[in-house]
Nanobody, 115 residues
Framework: QVQLVESGGGSVQPGGSLKLSCALS????????VGWYRQAPGKQRELVAS???????NYDDSVKGRFTISRDNAKNTVYLHMNSLKPEDTAVYHC?????????WGQGTQVTVSS
């Protein structure tokens, strides 16, 4: 069974940084694409960043230059490094993996950016 566990969220001031982690079990991060989504209150869920099996990364325009997605194959974990955080980055962040057409989601981690 595929499971994803996110961690690393918290509260930071604007301009601060956080590193989110997504630990997978039941699927290898080196074989399947993994994405980070976020959902703010009253807004639709949006894809923030993704990394595919060969390591190609993609970012939403709103986070380009500020966020970096990476992975550690040995730890079977995908990270989202978030710098220069803005209040509009406040949301619940989820990671997801799609294996054989089936999407799996983690429980999410809250990120709050406020002064």
């Amino acid at each position: 069974q595929v499971q994803l566990v996110e961690s690393g969220g918290g509260s930071v001031q604007p301009g601060g940084s956080l590193k989110l982690s997504c630990a997978l079990s039941g699927a290898s991060v080196s074989l399947y694409p993994v994405g980070w989504y976020r959902q703010a209150p009253g807004k639709q869920r949006e894809l923030v960043a993704s990394i595919n099996r060969i390591g190609t990364t993609n970012y939403d325009d709103s986070v380009k230059g500020r966020f970096t997605i990476s992975r550690d194959n040995a730890k079977n974990t995908v990270y989202l490094h978030m710098n220069s955080l803005k209040p509009e980055d406040t949301a619940v962040y989820h990671c997801t993996v799609v294996t054989l057409g089936n999407p799996y989601w983690g429980q999410g981690t809250q990120v709050t950016v406020s002064s």
